[in-house]
C-alpha cells in the first residue's frame, strides 16, 4: 500500500473517529491493518464493537461486512462498518450489529461545507 492510500485511510479513520465521538460512542483503540478492526469502540448503550472504517471510491459492502463481522467475530464483540461516501467528507453509511443500515453525518465544523 502507498502512502496516498495510507493517508487517504488515516483521513477517513480521523473523520469516523469525530462522528463516532458526536454519536456518543467512546473510542478504546485504533489500529491498522486488515487483520485487525480499524478501531474498538464502545456505544452510547455501553456495548463493545469492533470498527470498521472504509474510504472507497466503490463501496463494495458485501465484502466489507464480512471483514467487518469476522474482525468483531474474533474480539467477542458487535460490529460497526462506516463506509465514508465518496467525495462527502464527514459522511458515512453505517450498519452493524446494533445499528440499522442509515446515513450518518458529521457535524464538525470543518466538514460543515461538505
Same mark, same amino acid.
Given at each position: 500500500?502507498?502512502?496516498?492510500?495510507?493517508?487517504?485511510?488515516?483521513?477517513?479513520?480521523?473523520?469516523?473517529?469525530?462522528?463516532?465521538?458526536?454519536?456518543?460512542?467512546?473510542?478504546?483503540?485504533?489500529?491498522?491493518?486488515? +487483520?485487525?478492526?480499524?478501531?474498538?469502540?464502545?456505544?452510547?448503550?455501553?456495548?463493545?464493537?469492533?470498527?470498521?472504517?472504509?474510504?472507497?471510491?466503490?463501496?463494495?459492502?458485501?465484502?466489507?461486512?464480512?471483514?467487518?463481522?469476522?474482525? +468483531?467475530?474474533?474480539?467477542?464483540?458487535?460490529?460497526?462498518?462506516?463506509?465514508?461516501?465518496?467525495?462527502?467528507?464527514?459522511?458515512?453509511?453505517?450498519?452493524?450489529?446494533?445499528?440499522?443500515?442509515?446515513?450518518?453525518?458529521?457535524?464538525?465544523?470543518?466538514?460543515?461545507?461538505?
Amino acid at each position: 500500500m502507498g502512502r496516498s492510500q495510507r493517508d487517504k485511510g488515516r483521513r477517513g479513520q480521523r473523520e469516523a473517529l469525530d462522528l463516532l465521538a458526536e454519536h456518543g460512542y467512546t473510542v478504546a483503540e485504533t489500529n491498522a491493518g486488515t +487483520a485487525v478492526e480499524d478501531m474498538f469502540a464502545v456505544d452510547p448503550q455501553g456495548r463493545p464493537v469492533a470498527v470498521e472504517v472504509k474510504h472507497c471510491a466503490a463501496i463494495r459492502l458485501a465484502a466489507f461486512r464480512v471483514q467487518a463481522r469476522e474482525q +468483531a467475530r474474533r474480539r467477542g464483540c458487535g460490529w460497526l462498518l462506516l463506509c465514508r461516501l465518496p467525495g462527502h467528507p464527514g459522511v458515512f453509511l453505517a450498519e452493524g450489529s446494533n445499528v440499522p443500515p442509515r446515513v450518518m453525518r458529521s457535524n464538525v465544523a470543518r466538514f460543515a461545507g461538505a
